[in-house]
T-cell receptor, first 110, second 114 residues
Framework: GQQVMQIPQYQHVQEGEDFTTYCNSS?????IQWYKQRPGGHPVFLIQ?????EVKKQKRLTFQFGEAKKNSSLHITATQTTDVGTYFC??????????FGRGTSLIVHP | DSGVTQTPKHLITATGQRVTLRCSPR?????VYWYQQSLDQGLQFLIQ???????AKGNILERFSAQQFPDLHSELNLSSLELGDSALYFC?????????????FGPGTRLTVL
């Protein structure tokens, strides 16, 4: 099945710094989803990207889908302690079996 | 609150035992997914049901089985438990399940096998 590599695995930032996590696939993706899981919580859907080169924003979060639809990124501007958690990308292949990246754990130091 | 409920919240059992995890999807959702989350393996897709029928199967062990009932709730049965089965088990639901639509996750069941 399709696989997706997510980097970095961990990211420590000072509050106010920016943060970016990346997802890369060796094959063209039909779509990509992003989820956030707070410590001790469950994954929560953030957004879905479908179009080549698509950019979507949610307040301080910016999501991008690569032109070749093989990679995606999530960028957080001016992190806050409420941004702490693990961010996952997820893909669904032709058979719609969902595959999640290993996630990037964001640690924000006040 | 996602609207997906899972019981029990915690489960502690011994090796060799069998347990059943229960999931109730959001009202109106026809599709249910089961995932296993462990520290070293991340979030692993196990199986998906849509309107009572199995739709997709992931890395689910033969010792594990699942079903979705007419009222759309689902159960995941884990048997001959091993220490390595200790993990968080999430259920998620979606409206259709035939395209990559949004999945709503339940709070999870933490299984500890001693």
């Amino acid at each position: 099945g399709q696989q997706v590599m997510q980097i970095p695995q961990y990211q420590h930032v000072q509050e106010g710094e920016d943060f970016t996590t990346y997802c890369n696939s060796s094959t063209t993706l039909s779509n990509i989803q992003w989820y956030k899981q707070r410590p001790g919580g469950h994954p929560v859907f953030l957004i879905q990207l479908v179009k080549s080169g698509e950019v979507k924003k949610q307040k301080r979060l910016t999501f991008q889908f690569g032109e070749a639809k093989k990679n995606s990124s999530l960028h957080i501007t001016a992190t806050q302690t409420t941004d702490v958690g693990t961010y996952f990308c997820a893909i669904a292949g032709g058979s719609y079996i969902p595959t999640f990246g290993r996630g990037t754990s964001l640690i924000v130091h006040p | 609150d996602s609207g997906v409920t899972q019981t029990p919240k915690h489960l502690i059992t011994a090796t060799g035992q069998r347990v059943t995890l229960r999931c109730s999807p959001r009202s109106g959702d026809l599709s249910v997914y089961w995932y296993q989350q462990s520290l070293d393996q991340g979030l692993q897709f196990l199986i998906q049901y849509y309107n009572g029928e199995e739709r997709a199967k992931g890395n689910i062990l033969e010792r594990f089985s699942a079903q979705q009932f007419p009222d759309l709730h689902s159960e995941l049965n884990l048997s001959s438990l091993e220490l390595g089965d200790s993990a968080l088990y999430f259920c998620a639901s979606s409206v259709v399940g035939t395209e990559p639509d949004t999945q709503y996750f339940g709070p999870g069941t933490r299984l500890t096998v001693l």
